[in-house]
């Protein structure tokens, strides 16, 4: 569980590393979970018998809303 937990965080802690700039740092951060949710999405919809892009693509959508959240909070 905990490599599980570990390579889903990772990605998306990366940009902290290696960005001084905490902003820029965060909005690449949101730009990496939102395409790890697109793949996680498209793989979803191919293995259901759905379309693929378009589970991917409201994978997307949850992301955004996710995000537009976190960002007013």
Not at 10 to 38: E, G, T
Not at 40 to 65: D, E, H, N, T
């Amino acid at each position: 569980m905990f490599f599980l937990v570990f390579l889903s965080t990772f990605p998306v802690a990366v940009p902290f590393l290696f960005i001084d700039k905490a902003i820029l740092a965060l909005r690449v951060s949101n730009a990496v979970a939102i395409v790890m949710l697109f793949l996680a999405g498209f793989a979803y919809g191919r293995a259901v018998g759905r379309s693929p892009w378009l589970v991917g693509l409201a994978m997307i959508a949850l992301g955004g809303i996710l995000v537009g959240i976190t960002i007013a909070l």
